[in-house]
């Protein structure tokens, strides 16, 4: 008796067919949103870019389409650091539903002063977080209209050493833009984690994954210019560092698996392989404080009052 043909191991550069299925990725104009972007466009899905910057997305189109022949995209205007613009990206996008999601936007800041957003936010929370949490509220009955919907968030190794003050969620008090950058995205996979216990909880066919690229240079990064362009002594001088990192179409391939796999599963985390710095994808173990649930629920609370939206977040 033969047994049951095995699936065929994930294969980065031998991805599924995604045809007649349509993602938008945020931030997907330029690192790892845009290798995210040209990944799952050679799927034959409809890829959406969600960029504040119609220059930019016309150029990351462009090279896309240079590289993907036929590749069916469209650029969405969006800031995040302005939540009139998540509230309203489904109305603007004007489709009968959404595949998948993939919350990859965001800012980093390396000096003071504090910046806010146009919202009065800190803007590394008010946009990498709170644009994502004002922006699942709106896509939600898109998401729940998909047979599959996923909603990707794109956490950092950098929350895997910081801890969230739910006294000062906005560093108000104490600001250090490093530290405030790795809590955001610390509110960001948070975030990941607790919105897929609550659509279990309402039996919701929507999941919640969150991936992270590990360590991804530039200079370990394929040229696409205009986008980016890399020198060979660029490259050549980043060759000893590859042994622990990698570029950033690599770091993309978490995130892209985490769309596409249909053996992922809601509330996992996905990263790659070596160390969770370079490599191909696999699962993680959820480190314990991205997961509490009563951290989570009260930094859950606090966004909802700061973004003016109801605890369901539009699924129920």
């Known amino acids: 008796m033969s047994s049951a043909p095995q699936s065929r191991p994930w294969d980065v550069h031998r991805l599924p067919a995604a045809e007649g299925r349509t993602f938008l990725v945020t931030g997907g104009n330029a690192g790892i949103g845009y290798f995210a972007a040209e990944q799952l466009a050679a799927t034959g899905a409809f890829v959406v870019i969600g960029s504040r910057d119609r220059a930019k997305a016309d150029a990351a189109m462009a090279s896309i389409r240079s590289r993907v022949p036929g590749a069916r995209l469209r650029h969405l205007p969006l800031d995040l650091a302005d939540l009139s613009s998540p509230r309203t990206a489904a109305d603007r ?7 998948a999601v993939v919350h990859n936007a965001g800012v980093a800041l390396d000096d003071p002063p504090r910046q806010e957003t146009r919202d009065g936010h800190e803007l590394m929370f008010g946009t990498n977080h709170l644009g994502h949490f004002a922006l699942t509220r709106s896509l939600a009955p898109l998401l729940s209209a998909a047979p599959a919907g996923r909603v990707v968030t794109v956490g950092s190794f950098a929350a895997r050493s910081e801890r969230l003050d739910l006294g000062d969620v906005q560093s108000a008090q104490d600001y250090r833009p490093k530290r405030t950058y790795g809590r955001s995205k610390l509110a960001q996979m948070s975030f990941g984690f607790e919105l897929d216990r609550r659509l279990r909880a309402v039996g919701s066919t929507v999941l919640s994954v969150v991936a992270h690229p590990g360590g991804a240079l530039d200079s370990l990064t394929p040229s696409r210019p205009p986008l980016g362009v890399t020198s060979p002594g660029e490259r ?18 978490p995130v892209v698996r985490a769309v596409l796999d249909p053996a992922v599963a809601g509330g996992e985390l996905w990263g790659p392989r070596v160390f969770g710095l370079r490599g191909m994808p696999r699962r993680e173990p959820v480190p314990a404080h991205m997961a509490d649930p009563a951290v989570a629920a009260r930094l859950w609370a606090v966004s909802g009052e700061l973004v003016g939206t109801e605890p369901h977040l539009g699924f129920r």
């Open 93 to 99: 996008l004007d489709l009968d539903r959404l595949d």
């Open 236 to 253: 050549l001088r980043a060759l000893p560092s590859a042994l622990l990192v990698q570029g950033k179409d690599a770091g993309a391939w």
